[in-house]
């Protein structure tokens, strides 16, 4: 009897056992079309991790390696993991643009020519170099080259500090050798200078990459600086020294000098770029942008946005008939660069056409994405409630 309780307490464990194993053994647990169900659905997985590798797909805003936070595409972790993700995908990555003292305009080259060019860049090594001459062309080159305007927006920093008034009793230009002379001690504008070809430089190389196209340019620094800049209300009233100097230092200005500011950026990275302004009922000031051959508007003040905001491409090259629905007349329009030195400006002569109608289905739209490898900008059709894509060179 005694041994038979012995056996049946066995007997108990060992059954105990046995169920104590199952139940910790999850694999054994689980019926065959489940376990083939996950299998299944992990390959899915993985190939939809491959195709997305491969893809080159990234969000509106990381051409130039901004947060992305339009239209719900995942919370604020996601975001930054998928631009890791990104990043690391597009290995190696193209080194980004750097500061250059001689931007070139050839649009501005239906006024002045060769002679001017190279007095210009005869006079921008001289500053750098914190010298007092440069050698230039004849009298009426040095005034144009040393002009407030031209130095405003083709080397924003000597705007403030250089001039071409003497202060010292010597005569500004003579016999082939225009003066320079500075309003602050030399070290300190060294300083300064330094500074702003270092702020240009860092400002570049987060927006643009050597390997853009001019397309992937003028929307990097336009989104860059729509969402970098802000529109300085007080500029309406206050006058401010040295306008684009100012405006790309601080990242603040109004419209005039956020033109300015967008054309010098396309300039520094080889798109051809002016700032034009009408003097119609609303005083107002945009860029001029030539990309492909063919000339657009695009007003960087109108699309300034809050952090979190989609860019807008209602004001992103623009025809004429475009700008003129937003209320301008295109026949009062003046060019600063190509004004004289008395602030004159010949409107019969120089024209900014804008024609082509390219990009005129981004009108009512904002950027979702950017596409390097297959050239595609996903954008939202405002009219028509729905995605799109748009294919670019």
């Known amino acids: 009897m005694k041994y038979k309780k012995i056996s049946i307490i066995l007997c108990t464990l060992f059954i105990v056992s046995l169920v104590i194993s199952g139940c910790g053994n999850s694999d054994t647990a689980k019926p065959p079309d489940a376990t083939q169900a996950e299998a299944e659905t992990e390959e899915a997985d993985n190939e939809a991790a491959a195709a997305e590798e491969g893809s080159g797909e990234t969000d509106a805003e990381d051409i130039n390696a901004e947060n992305s936070e339009t239209e719900?595409?995942?919370?604020?972790?996601?975001?930054?993991?998928?631009?890791?993700?990104?990043?690391?995908?597009?290995?190696?990555?193209?080194?980004?643009?750097?500061?250059?003292?001689?931007?070139?305009?050839?649009?501005?080259?239906?006024?002045?020519?060769?002679?001017?060019?190279?007095?210009?860049?005869?006079?921008?090594?001289?500053?750098?170099?914190?010298?007092?001459?440069?050698?230039?062309?004849?009298?009426?080159?040095?005034?144009?080259?040393?002009?407030?305007?031209?130095?405003?927006?083709?080397?924003?920093?000597?705007?403030?500090?250089?001039?071409?008034?003497?202060?010292?009793?010597?005569?500004?230009?003579?016999?082939?050798?225009g003066r320079l002379y500075y309003t602050i001690p030399k070290e300190e504008f060294r300083e300064k200078r330094e500074a702003f070809e270092a702020e240009v430089d860092r400002m570049l190389s987060e927006a643009v990459k050597t390997d853009f196209t001019d397309f992937e340019k003028c929307i990097g620094l336009f989104s860059y600086i729509s969402r970098n800049f802000t529109y300085d209300d007080e500029g309406i009233t206050t006058q401010h020294v040295g306008a684009t100097y100012r405006t790309l230092m601080e990242k603040s200005g109004i419209c005039c000098e956020l033109a300015s500011a967008y054309a010098y950026l396309l300039l520094q990275c080889g798109v051809d770029a002016i700032e034009v302004q009408s003097n119609d009922d609303i005083y107002h000031a945009w860029t001029y942008v030539i990309l492909n051959g063919e000339g657009y508007y695009a007003d960087v003040t109108w699309s300034l946005r809050e952090k979190g905001e989609s860019l807008n491409l209602q004001y992103f090259l623009e025809t004429e008939q475009e700008r003129t629905e937003d209320g301008f007349d295109l026949s009062t329009i003046d060019i600063p660069l190509f004004m004289d030195e008395f602030g004159r400006f010949d409107g019969s002569k120089y024209k900014c056409p804008a024609t082509d109608k390219t990009y005129s289905r981004l009108r009512h739209s904002e950027c979702e994405g950017v596409n390097r490898k297959t050239k595609v900008l996903r954008y939202y059709d405002y009219l028509e409630g729905k995605s799109k894509e748009f294919h670019y060179e």
């Open 72 to 177: 719900n595409h995942g919370s604020e972790d996601d975001n930054e993991k998928q631009q890791d993700e990104t990043a690391k995908e597009e290995e190696p990555e193209a080194e980004g643009y750097h500061f250059t003292p001689y931007v070139y305009s050839e649009k501005l080259s239906e006024k002045y020519d060769e002679n001017w060019w190279q007095s210009f860049y005869n006079m921008v090594d001289a500053i750098r170099a914190g010298e007092d001459t440069f050698e230039c062309y004849d009298e009426q080159t040095y005034k144009e080259c040393t002009d407030e305007i031209k130095l405003g927006e083709l080397y924003p920093v000597a705007c403030v500090y250089v001039t071409n008034k003497s202060n010292d009793g010597t005569t500004p230009y003579k016999n082939g050798v």
